[in-house]
């Protein structure tokens, strides 16, 4: 029995050696991964494998046994197939070399063993096995160590009943599932060990500060970065230390007053703290303290992650400054300023942009829609000349010209007009310029109210009022297109004062001034219609174009204009009839007329009334292709 203790804890003697020389032995082949590691692997439990293959024990009469089988399964297990095959091959060569009646049998064995390790490490999900995987697969390395055992005893004629067989089921369970565990959390523990690494390498390679300190303020963990804020000699230096012994009091009391609202808020907080150094100095520092937990959850420390931002701080306080200087030179400039963002939201604006819209000031503030200020300025009447069922697609289009930009001009309800300069950025907001141009506005105005007197002053005749010769002639050559295109048909009637010369040399040309002007007044006043247009066609000759007018409607506003003539009674001793009269001759085209000449009908309107004076003056003419048509005369009245 003392034998068995002794070969029994023998092996579990070599497979622990084993075990802890991969755990703690670091040559740097052990170090490495992929095959190198699992040839390095293979060939430390091979010799394991020989290892207890050498101090067998006997567990009955002439039943001998080792754990080469929990050496090569928990190899292949563990390391994977390259380090599973070499302790293979490693023990299955020794155990050739050993010879013997159960060689064979033995690499059964062997071979079963790694075969078992190579599925468990095929099926298992990760590279440490949790002790679930770890304990099926002992399970199965104890039942299938049977195998050859019972073959061998049916061999050599041993007995291995119930108590060799359970024994060593036992044996080989055991062994396995301490290898494979143990294994396992060098696994695990070396992975964690790596991750340690990188993360302390994280940690010291950042740039800004980052620590952790126990419920009392004591440093525990620090990078270089916080050695650097708080100008210490390394970080090594700041362990068991606090803010105090690196801080003016006021500044690590008010630190420290940060640190316990965390502690008691339990929860992270978010600090704008200013760091005041000993030597002077200060920096800006956004601070983030976070309670620092055991694995059960206590609270037992806090993490702090400082951030310098001193840089920040400056650059905040001189556009600070420079917004300050930027919105006081706007508020100063004497045209409006207003930005929306690519919304059309108001964003900014300035108190000119506020005083030119009083009526809508109100709504003129950032946050303010556009649409909103341009609907309120219609509906409170500040913005005049938009129809009520046009209101909307004028906003519409408003609100475009501020994506396209451009320029506009507007008037206002109390009588001022702005001009709007709009121009787009790429980010799709825009700026808008507002001027007041009330004044330049009236001046062109006036301008142009000038220019319309002087054209017509040059289309005018000075003395009667109505058009004049070079006027005459353009309204002809329109009223000759539009009867040419079909649009209209036209009448002209030339009128001549009747004996006209001698009304001047009775009554003198002042006279005979005057005598004009109201025939050109009763003349107008017979041409009611917008179209119909009264001109002075030369000395003592008038003409009257009619738009839109046959033969008959002519006829009757000559005749018209004869009798309201007659009825000023202006006297006129030079005529046979005592008063003022005229001759008038009358000429038109129909619709479509070709050709529309304005020589043509102007000579057949002049040929006209050269026959009305002919047959005795103050009468109307028609002309007629054969000869003008007498209308009336003096004759047919009584």
């Known amino acids: 029995m003392n034998s068995l203790w002794v070969g029994l804890l023998a092996n579990m003697a070599v497979v622990a050696l084993v075990i802890t020389l991969w755990s703690n032995i670091r040559l740097p082949i052990f170090g490495q991964k992929g095959a190198v590691q699992g040839l390095a692997f293979g060939i430390l439990f091979g010799l394991g494998a020989i290892g207890v293959m050498l101090i067998p024990f006997q567990l009955g009469a002439g039943f001998f046994i080792d754990l080469r089988m929990t050496m090569i399964g928990t190899a292949a297990f563990i390391g994977g197939p390259i380090a599973g095959l070499v302790t293979t091959i490693i023990a299955a060569t020794f155990r050739l070399y050993l010879g013997g009646a159960g060689a064979a049998i033995g690499l059964v064995g062997i071979a079963f063993a790694c075969a078992a390790g190579l599925i468990g490490w095929r099926v298992k999900v990760k590279d440490a096995p949790t002790l679930k995987a770890s304990v099926l697969f002992s399970l199965v390395m104890a039942i299938g160590a049977m195998a050859p055992a019972f073959i061998y005893a049916m061999y050599q004629d041993i007995d291995t009943g119930p108590q060799i067989r359970l024994p060593y089921m036992t044996l080989v369970f055991v062994a396995t599932l301490m290898a494979s565990v143990a294994l396992s959390n060098e696994i695990r523990r070396r992975e964690t060990e790596v991750r340690n690494h990188m993360y302390r390498h994280v940690i010291d390679s950042l740039p800004e500060a980052l620590n952790v300190k126990d419920r009392e303020g004591r440093f525990i963990m620090a990078n270089p970065a916080t050695a650097v804020l708080m100008q210490a ?360 007329s070709i050709p529309t000449d304005a020589a043509r009908l102007i000579a057949r309107a002049d040929e006209a009334l050269y026959t009305a004076k002919r047959d005795g003056r103050d009468g109307v003419r028609l002309w007629e292709p054969s000869r003008p048509r007498i209308v009336h005369s003096d004759s047919a009245r009584s």
């Not at 017509?456 to 353009?474: Q, Y």
């Not at 000559?558 to 007659?566: F, G, I, K, V």
């Open 233 to 592: 000699e390394n970080a090594d230096a700041l362990i068991g230390k606090t803010d105090f012994d690196f801080y003016c009091q006021d500044v690590a009391a008010a630190f420290r007053a940060d640190e316990d609202k965390a502690l008691n808020a339990g929860s992270p907080i978010v600090e704008e703290q200013m760091l005041a150094r000993m030597d002077g100095s200060r920096s800006y520092l956004s601070t983030l303290k976070a309670p620092f937990t055991d694995i059960d959850g206590n609270i037992i420390g806090l993490i702090t992650h400082s951030r310098d931002t001193t840089d920040k701080k400056l650059l905040e306080t001189a556009l600070a400054q420079s917004d300050r200087r930027a919105a006081e030179a706007l508020s100063s400039i004497s045209d409006g300023l207003v930005m929306f963002d690519k919304d059309l939201t108001l964003v900014f604006c300035n108190e000119r942009y506020r005083a030119m819209f009083s009526v809508t000031a109100d709504l003129r503030v950032p946050g303010t829609p556009a649409t909103a200020i341009l609907y309120a300025s219609i509906a409170r009447g500040e913005l005049i000349g938009i129809p009520q069922e046009q209101v909307a697609q004028w906003v519409d289009n408003a609100l475009a010209r501020l994506k396209q930009g451009g320029t506009v001009q507007f008037p206002l309800a109390d009588g001022r007009w702005i001009e709007s300069r709009t121009r787009p950025t790429p980010e799709g907001a825009c700026f808008v310029i507002c001027s007041d141009i009330t004044a330049a506005k009236l001046h062109e105005l006036e301008l142009q109210n000038l220019n319309d007197r002087l054209s017509v002053l040059a289309e005018t005749d000075s003395l009667t009022g109505l058009l004049n010769r070079r006027a005459f002639d353009a309204v002809m050559a329109e009223e000759l297109d539009r009867v040419e295109r079909g649009d209209s048909s036209l009448a002209l009637l030339l009128i001549d004062v009747d004996y006209f010369k001698r009304f001047n040399d009775t009554y003198g040309h002042g006279a005979g001034d005057s005598c004009l002007k109201m025939v050109a007044d009763c003349l107008r006043a017979t041409a009611r219609r917008t179209d119909d247009r009264a001109a002075r066609y030369g000395g003592e000759e008038l003409a009257l174009i009619l738009p839109d007018t046959d033969e008959k409607a002519a006829v009757i506003i000559a005749e018209e204009y004869c009798e309201r003539l007659r009825g000023l009674r202006i006297p006129h001793t030079g005529s046979d009839k005592g008063i003022v009269t005229v001759s008038i001759g009358v000429s038109t085209l129909g619709r479509g």
